[in-house]
């Protein structure tokens, strides 16, 4: 299993632009959480699906962020323009659906973004 | 991932003895909490849990203790080793959703 795999690893990128943030979850895991963390804030939920359907989005600070999840194994995090107080780490991770809540709780290795 | 850095309350120990990390959680009514811990560069790694209707929990050279009275978590770290060295986050359910509310961590360093 080579668990939660997220792209791309570092972006950086220009005010103004859009950054998609992907991320693979665990085959299996019906549920599927975006969180960012940063130096002030912490680790902050942003939004979370189950069975491919968004749940709770109420952590996306604004409309500038929108999140998908076209199937069972795929999701994307899309800031679109993206300012520089969007820097941050940008985590996804993956449940069982059934599992204990944090127990099959698996975080990806993050993308760290860059907005200059 | 970069852990949250300059503000963390950092605890450093010599390799080998004990680490205590606490964590202040509050909402009276969770049920559930969790230990992670957050290596550089990587994201948050489950450690141990523990239910509500338990005190103590035991695992491999960690314990967690909990303390429902005064809504205090503890993780113990017996002998603690360089690769111990991270950043730990207590982490609990949100009310009414299945998702996880992380604190704000603490750094652990070992000395060797």
């Known amino acids: 299993d080579a668990g939660v795999i997220q792209s791309p690893r570092h972006e950086v990128t220009e005010m103004g632009q859009e950054v998609t943030l992907r991320c693979k979850p665990i085959s299996g895991h019906n549920s599927l959480f975006w969180y960012r963390q940063t130096m002030m804030r912490g680790l902050e939920l942003l939004i979370y699906f189950n069975n491919n359907v968004p749940i709770d989005d109420s952590g996306m600070p604004e409309d500038r962020f929108s999140a998908k999840m076209p199937n069972a194994s795929f999701s994307t995090l899309k800031i679109q323009p993206s300012e520089p107080r969007d820097s941050a780490v940008y985590f996804c991770?993956?449940?069982?659906?059934?599992?204990?809540?944090?127990?099959?709780?698996?975080f990806g290795s993050g993308t760290r973004l860059t907005v200059v | 991932g970069e852990n949250v850095g300059l503000h963390l309350p950092t605890l450093s120990v010599q390799e080998g003895d004990n680490s205590i990390i606490n964590c202040a959680y509050s909402n009276s009514a969770s049920d559930y909490f969790i230990w992670y811990k957050q290596e550089s560069g990587k994201g948050p790694q489950f450690i141990i849990d523990i239910r509500s209707n338990m005190d103590k929990r035991q695992g491999q050279r960690v314990t967690v203790l909990l303390n429902k009275t005064v809504k205090h978590l503890s993780l113990q770290i017996a002998a603690t080793q360089p690769g111990d060295s991270a950043v730990y986050f207590c982490a609990e359910p949100y009310t009414g959703r299945r998702a996880l509310t992380f604190g704000s961590g603490t750094r652990l360093q070992v000395q060797p």
């Open positions: 991770a993956s449940s069982p659906e059934g599992a204990d809540t944090g127990h099959g709780y698996t």
